[in-house]
């Protein structure tokens, strides 16, 4: 068998079950999130590096994904608008890239970063309009995650580099798990990842809190692309 290399995680940026995560134990954090940011976990299990993209960079699993790449990968890039940038670096990403530039300069830059290699691992949250990118970026036996379809659910897969390259396209998400199933993520986090925020190396990212009667003003700044977090 060949051995997995272990270089580079991409994580894409806009977002990260049971009562033994409270918001004692875990202040901030609602029970979806807590699934969510182990789900991260298991999925950047055995990287040295990652990158992350996400049309709107900043949404909660987006800067879980930053927070736990920055404990496991050498080099996390991640994809954001300009106005979000620093928020990515503080979170954990060592390089950059401006979203509008990922479909043309996306494996350029992860090769950059990583001394020729590409990514082992991409979370992605934009879906068909990065696809094309993404494969590119990966390199041997890289993983390509996706967990939403924000910039269409269709796209070109290159069949030829998936094979040569031995890829794997994957797809993640809470929405069809079994109780059961989203049960054990917890377990996965309270043992590998509360730890992490009891030493302070994770945190939860918390926006800005509205009233109910401001709802529609939360929708509005979520549409102005301003919010970091939730």
Known sequence: TEAMPRQICRAALPTPLAAACTT????????????RFSQAVRNASGMEAASSNESRAGIGIACAALQICRGIASVVLATAS??????CRALGATRVLARDQVPSRLAEALRAASGGRGADLIF??????YLEANVAAL????????????????????????????????????????????????ADFIARVLPRFERGDLRPVLAKTYPLAEAGKAHEDLASDRVVGK
């Open 82 to 87: 300009p106005g979000k940038h620093d928020a």
């Open 24 to 35: 004692t134990t875990c202040p901030g954090w609602s029970a979806p999130s807590v699934a």
């Open 139 to 186: 390199a041997l036996h890289g993983r390509l995650c996706c967990i939403s379809t924000m910039g269409g659910g269709k796209g070109a897969l290159d069949l030829g580099a998936l094979i040569m390259r031995r890829l794997t396209v994957l797809g993640s998400t809470l929405r069809s798990r079994s109780a059961e199933q989203k049960a054990r993520l917890v």
């Open 124 to 129: 992605d949250l934009v879906g068909g309009a």
